[in-house]
Every structure is written in structure tokens, then in C-alpha cells.
């Protein structure tokens, strides 16, 4: 495990939960797809959500980043409420830009790896911190390549995301998401768009990444991963928290009938 990565993880201690949700609510439309969550994600804790498509996970984790707005409920991210003020009993949501400042610190990984694809691995992995943090060439640079190094690429900082594979592009984007030195990092479906043998390279550095101490919150099928890596299951379905637990008693020994049915189709 290389110091870069353990020195993200170690930014994220302090007191209280991380990420906490409280009867959050999201709709799009008439099309309820959140109906009350209730979440908790300790600091240091690795939470994986499963679930079948259209069961909210994805749009759970956008509404912990304030990528969607919700409705109902409150989202704390490390003691603050995420992309709101509280103005007397009302929440206000907050300027695009203050909204901005919190969201640099929660890393996010996208099914599809979203890089620029007329700039180098160097040149995507260092842009974020030099703009938005200010960071000199220098020290970002340095950081960038160690963080390279770290997820077996180090050879890599020249190249163009169209000479890489989908498990090399998907590493360069959970090198760049730490960059930004987040307290937390969300993974929505990491290894979803990419082919069966490239998966196993992807999962190794998400594991490291769990290894360091880093907050992680994961929407994924990979159940093996689940298993192996995460502290507790959250199995939600048609916008509720179904059942959660350790991936021993969640996967293992479901005890809600539609958890079974879940797990029976996809094991």
C-alpha cells in the first residue's frame, strides 16, 4: 500500500459518521425512486450497495455529492449538511459554488471513465488539483505520479486514454478522484463497463484503497468483492433499504424474502 494513497484515507478521521442520511426522498417527476433512506456510513468503513437495477443505489450516491437534489430528508457529509444552509427550521440550497468547495472533497468514480481524451494520464490526473486547489505543477505532478505508481500505471503518465484498456483508463480515474486528497470516494458500478478479464485489475486497487482506511461507498454487482471487502451490505429495492448487515449475514443468510430472490439470480 503506497504512502499517497494512506495519506488520503488518513484525512478522513474525526468525530462522528461521514456520511449520514436521514428520510431522504428523491423523485424524478411523479417516479419516486428514494422513499425515505435511512443511512449511515461510519468513517473508515467500506459499505457496498446491491440491489437490482432501478432500486435507487446509483441515485443514492449522487444525492451524497449533491450531483441530484432531493426532496425529503437531510444528507450530512462529515458533520455538515450536504449542499444545503439551514436558515431557522428551512433548508436553502447552497450557491453553485460553495456547493462546489464541499464536492472536491468526496471523489467519485463513474461506470464510464470520463477522461479527457485530448490530455495525457499526467495531464487528467494533475488539471483538478492545479485549478481547483491551486496546487503547484511541482507538488501535483509528484503526487500524480506516486498515485500512478500505486495503481500499477506508472508507466502510463504519457499516454492517451485511447492507447489504454478499460481496466487501465477505469485505474487512471480512481488515481485522478484521489488527487483531490477526498475524505471519501464513491464508486458507482466501477467495473460495469468493463470486459470480464479486465475486472480483476479494477477491484485489486478499490481493495488496496479499502486496506488504507479510506471511507468507500460502492454500488455494485461484483458480490465476491462484497464479500471480501466490505465492512456491511446495504440491499436496497424499489427505493428502500431493504436489509443491511455484514456480507456474511446479508449475503450469507438474507433474511428479507426479496433479498433472497436478488441474490438467488445473481450468485
Not at 500524480?144 to 502510463?156: H, I, Y
Amino acid at each position: 500500500m503506497s504512502a499517497t494513497i494512506r495519506e488520503s484515507a488518513a484525512a478522513a478521521t474525526g468525530p462522528g459518521p461521514m456520511i449520514k442520511a436521514a428520510a431522504v426522498r428523491k423523485s424524478y417527476g411523479r417516479l419516486e425512486v428514494l422513499k425515505g433512506i435511512d443511512l449511515q456510513v461510519d468513517r473508515g468503513e467500506v459499505v457496498c450497495l446491491i440491489g437490482p437495477s432501478g432500486s435507487g443505489k446509483s441515485t443514492l450516491l449522487r444525492c451524497i455529492n449533491h450531483l441530484e437534489t432531493i426532496e425529503g430528508g437531510r444528507m450530512w457529509v462529515d458533520g455538515a449538511v450536504m449542499g444545503y444552509d439551514l436558515k431557522g427550521t428551512k433548508l436553502h440550497e447552497q450557491p453553485h459554488a460553495k456547493i462546489c468547495r464541499s464536492r472536491v472533497e468526496i471523489g467519485m468514480v463513474f461506470q464510464h471513465f470520463n477522461l479527457f481524451p485530448h490530455m495525457n494520464v499526467l495531464e487528467n490526473l494533475i488539471e483538478a488539483p492545479r485549478l481547483v486547489l491551486k496546487e503547484k505543477r511541482p507538488s501535483a505532478t509528484a503526487r500524480a505520479l506516486a498515485l500512478l505508481d500505486s495503481v500499477g500505471l506508472a508507466d502510463k503518465a504519457k499516454a492517451y486514454p485511447r492507447q489504454l484498456s478499460g481496466g487501465q483508463q477505469q485505474r487512471v480515474a480512481i488515481a485522478r478522484a484521489l488527487c483531490m486528497r477526498p475524505k471519501v470516494m464513491l464508486f458507482d458500478e466501477p467495473t460495469s463497463a468493463l470486459d470480464p478479464e479486465l475486472v480483476g485489475e479494477v477491484l485489486k486497487v478499490m481493495k488496496d484503497l479499502a486496506a488504507s482506511g479510506m471511507t468507500m461507498v460502492v454500488v455494485t454487482h461484483e458480490m465476491k468483492f462484497a464479500r471480501d471487502v466490505a465492512d456491511r451490505v446495504v440491499f436496497m429495492d424499489d427505493g428502500y433499504v431493504v436489509e443491511q448487515g455484514t456480507a456474511q449475514d446479508v449475503i450469507g443468510d438474507p433474511q428479507h424474502e426479496r433479498t433472497k430472490a436478488f441474490l438467488a439470480s445473481v450468485l
